[in-house]
């Protein structure tokens, strides 16, 4: 069986703080995908990245980057200099080998930036 | 169209009726996704369609709960005798088939069963 887990339900930061979204994945497939998807208030879910199990580059784009730690089941998310725009619910996701392209997703982290 | 399209977007029904809810998915997206999410919930799978093979339903929580895929294209989720344990955003997505390819999700209906 997959489980994604997000412990945290809720993060509140000050604008331009930094903030790191943990995310922890249980899978027996040697391959797998991990994503992230945000869902702003309008609620229409946003892919953000895309990781396969054979790449543990860690990924830098503008203001987000992405930690993927096999040795300890993780795909971490850190936002940099965080905006009130970044408000959102963000999904961990994971896919296995068995079950085609379905995800399996996190319960989600509401963020909150303030200004 | 450009993106995945969810109609209604919002659906009140009484307690006992049944539902239909339509996702037009992306042009050439051959894989067709149904989730559900309740309040403050993640997101719960119900049912997937890969081309022509058989849907995986192995996320219906119910007989009351069904889905066809018409054409390789429209998909259509019915809830028979809606229950208030039914009340949630449906939500659809399509990708391209295969392994590893991320979804566009649509902007889901909110159904309320009252």
């Known amino acids: 069986a997959q489980k994604v887990t997000q412990a945290q339900t809720e993060i509140s930061v000050v604008e331009k703080e930094d903030v790191t979204l943990d995310c922890v994945y249980e899978t027996r497939d040697t391959t797998y995908y991990l994503f992230w998807y945000k869902q702003p208030p309008s609620g229409e879910l946003v892919f953000l990245i895309r990781?396969?199990?054979?790449?543990?580059q860690n990924e830098i784009s503008g203001r987000y980057s992405w930690n993927f730690q096999k040795s300890t089941s993780s795909f971490n998310f850190t936002i940099t200099a965080s905006q009130v725009v970044d408000s959102a619910v963000y999904f961990c996701a994971l896919s296995g080998t068995g079950g085609g392209n379905k995800l399996t997703f996190g319960t989600g982290t509401q963020l909150k930036v303030e200004l | 169209g450009a993106g995945v399209s969810q109609s209604p977007s919002n659906k009140v029904t009484e307690k006992g009726k049944d539902v239909e809810l339509r996702c037009d998915p992306i042009?050439?997206?051959?894989?067709l996704y149904w989730y559900r999410q309740s309040l403050g919930q993640g997101l719960e799978f119900l049912i997937y369609?890969?081309?022509?093979?058989?849907?995986?339903k192995s996320g219906l929580p119910s007989d009351r709960f069904s889905a066809e895929r018409t054409g390789g294209s429209v998909s259509t989720l019915t809830i028979q005798r809606t229950q208030q344990e039914d009340s949630a955003v449906y939500l659809c997505?399509?990708?391209?088939?295969?392994?590893?390819?991320?979804?566009?999700f649509g902007s889901g209906t909110r159904l309320t069963v009252v």
């Open positions: 369609f890969q081309g022509n093979s058989a849907p995986d």
């Open positions: 042009s050439g997206h051959t894989a």
């Open positions: 997505a399509s990708s391209v088939m295969g392994q590893g390819y991320g979804y566009t």
């Open positions: 990781r396969n199990s054979f790449d543990e």
